[in-house]
């Protein structure tokens, strides 16, 4: 009976498929790239009854973890909790607690590559980027490191773009006894310079899995580790402060992992379970097994998508090439490679129009666009009234706050949509006496 329901759940899934109409149908920016594997994963997983984190939970901590070239991962319930897992893992591990600690982080960036940062209670030192690859400057970050109390870097991979100083970085804040968080929830499967994946030269790697990304649990994300110690306080910190690991089924086990479950945890010569013992001051941060089902599926077609999202992305960019005069485009630093998040596009101030135009002209046409997340953080007014010492001019990250917005690449974008874009494309700049170069 499950098998007839699954295959009846993959009948319905292929029957879904849409066609594509110019001017009615909606080019995404972004969706995830689904088919009836996810959904009968997802529903063989519930009809299991089995929704606590289990086997394949733990499967795909240890297939993402070896994607990040770490040794062990945390599956949370959002990219966001994935850093503040991060860093509070590395607080715990790095910090005495009568030091006011600084950590270096870009302006420009998603709130909540920032935000653990001020909610942990560490200085962020801000610095800015360059247009075009949206790394961090090297000179503000150099000088930024010069300060005796900055313990750690922590900054998101842009759009995919690999931050090419990563292995620098690394070894400099080392060097200070400190740690480097990579947020790489834009850049899933990108290579630094010298061909590894990004993840690889930090302590702690993390991801989202929001439908937005590369790949998609729904909602989710991971924490990636460097050492085993730091895993297992990150797992403590998702379960409330739990002392104890067990996982799946050996919950239900009378003897647990350690098989010492009830014992004298708490010195008190009385018997207490080790499952209600709490180390820490913790979170419930948890996702479910299903979804984690979703996430190997996924998994499994991660290569491909790589694949779809550098085509579309050079596609995309043969096009924007003609009217290169009025934007700059995006590039990656020499050596490096991009698994693209999206298409960033920043107006230059000699063209004839602003952000709004485009956009504008692009949402009515049924194109969706993106802003480059919050632009310069500090610009908005949850952050404009904080204490912060601005040391470092951040004169892109605000042009990026006026100036720059992302059309998609995600593999749900067809050669027949870019068709109809490029010509709503052309139409605006006919509107606008843009001429491409062609036509010089």
């Not at 909790?81 to 950590?103: G, P, V, W």
């Not at 994300?221 to 460097?226: E, H, L, N, T």
């Not at 949850?382 to 470092?392: G, L, Q, S, T």
Request: proline fraction near 3%; aromatic fraction near 12%.
């Amino acid at each position: 009976m499950k098998q007839q329901i699954l295959n009846l759940v993959g009948e319905y899934i292929d029957t879904q498929e849409k066609k594509f109409i110019p001017g009615e149908s909606i080019v995404q920016y972004s969706g995830p790239t689904l088919d009836k594997n996810e959904f009968q994963a997802i529903i063989s997983t519930v009809l299991d009854g089995w929704f606590g984190l289990g086997k394949q939970a733990s499967e795909f901590e240890n297939q993402v973890a070896k994607r990040l070239n770490k040794q062990g991962s945390v599956y949370v319930n959002s990219g966001s909790s994935a850093n503040l897992m991060a860093l509070e893992t590395m607080k715990e591990i790095y910090c005495e607690e009568d030091i006011k600690y600084k950590i270096i982080t870009t302006a420009a960036s998603f709130p909540t590559t920032v935000n653990p940062i001020i909610q942990l209670g560490f200085e962020p030192i801000f610095v800015d980027v360059e247009l075009g690859t949206y790394n961090l400057l090297e000179e503000q970050v150099l000088d930024a490191l010069k300060d005796e109390n900055v313990i750690g870097i922590m900054y998101a991979h842009p759009l995919g773009i690999p931050v090419k100083n990563t292995k620098m970085y690394y070894e400099l804040i080392k060097e200070k006894n400190g740690f480097l968080i990579e947020d790489c929830c834009d850049a899933l499967d990108s290579t630094y310079e010298n061909g590894e994946l990004v993840g690889t030269y930090s302590d702690v790697a993390t991801l989202s899995f929001y439908a937005a990304h590369h790949i998609t649990t729904g909602e989710g994300g991971i924490v990636a580790f460097s050492d085993k110690k730091a895993e297992n306080i990150s797992r403590s910190y998702r379960d409330w402060g739990r002392a104890c690991f067990c996982s799946g089924k050996e919950v239900l086990s009378s003897k647990g992992a350690c098989k010492k479950r009830f014992s004298d945890w708490l010195g008190t010569g009385v018997i207490t379970d080790h499952r209600y013992v709490y180390d820490r001051i913790g979170y419930n941060l948890k996702p479910l097994e299903l979804q984690a089902s979703m996430g190997l599926e996924q998994l499994k077609k991660l290569d491909n998508l790589t694949i779809r999202r550098k085509e579309n992305f050079n596609f995309l960019h043969n096009f924007m090439k003609q009217y290169s005069e009025y934007f700059i485009l995006p590039e990656k630093p020499d050596g490096t490679d991009a698994s693209w998040f999206s298409y960033p596009i920043t107006i230059k101030s000699n063209a004839p129009f602003v952000r709004a135009d485009i956009v504008t002209f692009l949402e009515k046409n049924n194109i969706q666009t993106r802003n480059f997340f919050a632009g310069n953080l500090l610009d908005h007014p949850a952050y404009k009234n904080m204490d912060f010492n601005i040391k470092y001019s951040l004169k892109n990250s605000s042009i990026i706050t006026t100036n720059t917005f992302m059309l998609g690449v995600w593999p749900g974008i067809t050669e027949e949509m870019y068709a109809y874009m490029f010509d709503v494309m052309n139409q605006f700049f006919n509107l606008y006496k843009v001429k491409n170069k062609g036509e010089e």
